[in-house]
């Protein structure tokens, strides 16, 4: 039951290696992208600056998304506003 379980676990560890290999030549390939040395900006540093980057990111787009809907309120509130006050003339 133990050299099945060996044989099993080293398959897990060969493959989490090689993802882990994959994932930090990402990271440089990232921190290059952006201008930056991948030797003096480590992996914990790319993924945390993205994770700022995309939350900052997001707050912008539902602060945008907020700002639409005000002012498309504001603009239909005039234009029933305006459509009201023209009906009250044709009345008189």
């Given at each position: 039951a133990l050299k099945e379980f060996?044989?099993?676990a080293e398959a897990d560890v060969r493959s989490l290696t090689a993802?882990?290999?994959e994932v930090g030549r990402s990271a440089?390939?990232?921190a290059q992208y952006f201008g930056e040395d991948p030797a003096r900006c480590p992996f914990?540093?790319?993924?945390?600056?993205?994770?700022?980057f995309v939350n900052v990111f997001n707050k912008a787009r539902e602060e945008n998304?907020?700002?639409a809907e005000a002012e498309k309120k504001k603009l239909?509130?005039?234009a029933s506003k305006e459509k009201a006050?023209?009906?009250s003339r044709k009345d008189c």
């Open positions: 060996l044989d099993t993802l882990y290999s440089d390939s990232l914990e540093q790319v993924t945390s600056i993205l994770v700022i998304a907020k700002q239909e509130k005039e006050n023209s009906s």
